[in-house]
C-alpha cells in the first residue's frame, strides 16, 4: 500500500505542481486553482492587470518547456527570467520542482526556501517544503507545511491530497486522512483511485469503532 501511495504522489506531483502561477508574488494572491491536468502559468483572476506581458510571456515559455518534460531548457529559462525579474516566487518554485525531479534535493530546497523568502504563503511552495520533509522524514514537519498551504488556500487540492497520505501511511491518523482526502476529491471532482481508498478508511474506522463499543 505504501509503494502505491508514493508511487501516487508522484503521478499527481507531475500533474499538480507544475507551478503555475504568479501567485504569491510581492503583492499578490496565494490562490491556487487546482485541476487534474498540468497546471498553466496564467495568473490567477484578479492578477491578470498586475502582471506585464513581457514578464507573463517570458514565464510561460519556460513553464511549456518544463511541461513538455525539457527540464534542462526550462531550468535555463527560469534562471534567465529571475535575473530579470526576480520577485516571482512561482518562478522559484517551478525549479524546485525541477530540481526534485533530477533528485538534487540540495538545489530543490534552495529554490523553495527562496521562494518562502518571497512569500512565506506560497501554497505550492508549502506544498514542496512538505514533500520533502516527508520524503526525509520529518513528518511534523511535513504536516506544519501542508497545513499551512491548505490554510492559506483551502482549495488548494493537492496538499489536502499530500495530506491524506501523510495522516495515513505515516501518522496512522485514519480520521484526519478520511477528512483530507474527502476533501481533495471534493475539488478535483472524482478520483477513481482516491474513491477506492475513501471506502477503505471508513470501512477500518467503522471496524475499529465496532471494536471499540464491543471493548466498552
Known amino acids: 500500500m505504501l509503494l502505491r501511495r508514493c508511487t501516487e504522489i508522484s503521478r499527481a506531483g507531475l500533474l499538480l505542481l507544475i507551478a503555475t502561477t ?3 508574488c510581492a503583492g499578490g494572491s496565494a490562490g491556487v ?3 487534474r491536468q498540468v497546471a498553466d502559468s496564467v495568473p490567477p483572476e ?3 492587470q498586475a502582471v506585464p506581458a513581457a514578464v507573463r510571456m517570458m514565464f510561460e515559455r519556460a513553464a511549456a518547456l518544463m511541461t513538455a518534460g525539457d527540464y534542462v531548457e526550462a531550468e535555463v529559462r527560469f534562471k534567465s527570467f529571475l535575473l530579470q525579474y526576480p ?3 512561482g ?3 517551478n525549479l524546485a520542482i525541477i530540481h526534485a525531479a533530477q533528485q538534487d534535493d540540495a538545489a530543490a530546497r534552495a529554490a523553495i526556501d527562496a521562494a518562502l523568502a518571497l512569500n512565506p504563503d506560497h501554497p505550492s511552495a508549502l506544498n514542496l517544503l512538505g514533500q520533502q520533509l516527508r520524503r526525509n522524514g520529518d ?3 511535513a504536516e506544519a507545511a501542508y497545513l499551512k498551504a491548505v490554510t492559506v488556500s483551502p482549495g488548494y487540492a493537492l496538499a ?3 495530506l491524506g497520505v501523510l495522516y495515513e501511511l505515516y501518522l496512522q491518523r485514519l480520521d ?3 477528512e483530507h482526502f474527502e476533501a481533495y476529491q471534493a475539488l478535483v471532482g472524482e478520483d477513481k483511485q482516491v474513491e477506492k481508498w475513501i471506502a477503505d478508511l471508513r470501512r477500518r474506522l467503522a471496524a475499529a469503532q465496532r471494536t471499540a463499543n464491543v471493548a466498552d
Open 22 to 24: 504568479f501567485a504569491g
Open 33 to 35: 486553482t487546482p485541476t
Open 46 to 48: 484578479g492578477e491578470e
Open 87 to 89: 520577485d516571482y516566487p
Open 91 to 93: 518562478a522559484h518554485v
Open 139 to 141: 513528518f511534523s514537519g
Open 160 to 162: 489536502h491530497y499530500n
Open 176 to 178: 484526519a486522512a478520511l
